[in-house]
């Protein structure tokens, strides 16, 4: 049984930076392509950033590009989400997913979902 767990979410001032984690239990993160998703009150959940397998293609959304950056360590089975810049805007629950390849995670058609971590950030 594989399992996703996001840490790292609080809440922080417009302007600050937070780094989220996401840590693969359960089998080899170098197996999967990676994605951070996020869900604020009332809206549709989105696909902020994805990662391959390889750690070579990254993909991230208008919103987020310059700001946030995506990484992975296969050795520590750990994906990471570093946001910096943040903006009220980018309140919401924050989401880890795992999938076969970037295209598919980017689609939200993961095969494994982390429980969310809830990021604040606060104008």
């Known amino acids: 049984q594989v399992q996703l767990v996001e840490s790292g979410g609080g809440l922080v001032q417009a302007g600050g930076s937070l780094r989220l984690s996401c840590a693969v239990a359960g089998d080899t993160l170098s197996g999967y392509a990676m994605g951070w998703f996020r869900q604020a009150p009332g809206k549709e959940r989105e696909c902020v950033s994805t990662?391959?397998?390889?750690?070579?293609?990254?993909y991230y959304t208008d919103s987020v590009k310059g700001r946030f950056t995506i990484s992975r360590d296969n050795a520590k089975n750990t994906v990471y989400l570093q946001m910096n810049s943040l903006r009220p805007e980018d309140t919401a629950v924050y989401y880890c997913a795992a999938g076969g390849s970037g295209t598919t995670v980017r689609m939200g058609r993961s095969d494994y979902w982390g429980q969310g971590t809830q990021v604040t950030v606060s104008s």
């Open positions: 990662i391959s397998r390889s750690g070579g293609i990254r």
